[in-house]
Structure formats: C-alpha cells, structure tokens
C-alpha cells in the first residue's frame, strides 16, 4: 500500500479507485515501454470515456498465459472472459502482472491527448493517433514487420 500512496495513487482526482489505478497501471505496463506508460494510459481513459473497448491484447495474452507474445489470431480475440477486452468494454476486473513504481505514476498522472489507438509497429516504435485510418496504415507497417522477422 506504501507503494501505491509513494507513487500518488491512493486518490484518483478524475474518478478512478486506487484497485482501477492498479489495473490501468498493469495494462500500461504489460502494453508498451516507460517511455509510453503515460501515454497508454491516457487511451485507457479515452476509449472508457466514449464506451469504446479496450482490445488491448495484452488481456488476450493473459488469458491465454502467453505474456510476451506479440501475435494475435482473430480467433483468440472471442475468448470467453471477463479479462477480454475484445469482448467487454471498460477495465478487466484485476490487474494482468504486478505493475511497477513508474506504470503507478503513470496511471494517475497520464499524458494528456485524444489519442484512441497505439501500434508498436517496430521495436522501440510505438505510434498513438487518434484516427482509426491512421492506425490502419500503421498496421500495414507492423504487419511487414511482423513478417520479415524485426519482432525477435
């Protein structure tokens, strides 16, 4: 709990529980790099505002225990489960991994942005948008990526 208060969690100002802090907290980790924590937790925030899913894989790869994966089938996206977020809007019910001191700080201090969507398209090249087109086109990249084996 020490942790928690130390990285100014203990308190949400814009109506979030601590228990909710530690989950955005936990998907921000398990998304992306420090550098894009605040960030990843701002689109959590965003996509909950307008009643828009999360699908974050990530929740998927929990489910299925197979953390660190960066492929994604369609098929696993209909998963039956409350930590499915293809599947049900708003945060899953627990946190995904234990979240550190910086994915904490970044949950209750986000970056500001209308950013919607986010891709690493490369390693070290995670790219937010608020437009789905945008996201779209990134996904080609990714997906070439994917293919010539630069996900190691």
């Known amino acids: 709990m020490r942790e928690i208060e130390r990285a100014g ?17 936990s998907l921000a980790e398990a ?4 550098g894009d924590y605040r960030k990843i937790s ?16 990530s929740t998927v790869h929990y489910i299925m225990e197979s953390r660190g994966s960066i ?6 996206t209909l998963l039956k489960s409350p930590f499915n977020t293809y599947q049900n809007r708003g945060l899953p019910p627990t946190p995904i991994n234990n979240p550190g001191f910086l994915a904490m700080q970044a949950a209750g201090n986000p970056a500001p942005g209308d950013w919607l969507y986010f891709i690493t398209v490369a390693p070290g090249d995670t790219r937010f948008t608020e437009s789905f ?16 084996g630069k996900f190691k």
Request: charge should be positive; avoid cysteine; glycine fraction near 6%.
């Open 9 to 25: 969690i203990s308190a949400s100002k814009d109506g979030f529980t601590p228990q909710e802090l530690l989950i955005i907290a």
């Open 31 to 34: 998304e992306g790099g420090t």
């Open 42 to 57: 701002q689109v959590v925030r965003n996509r909950i505002a307008i009643n828009m899913p999360l699908q974050f894989d």
């Open 71 to 76: 492929f994604l089938s369609t098929k696993s």
């Open 133 to 148: 087109s945008q996201f779209s086109e990134w996904k080609l990249i990714y997906k070439k990526n994917l293919r010539e």
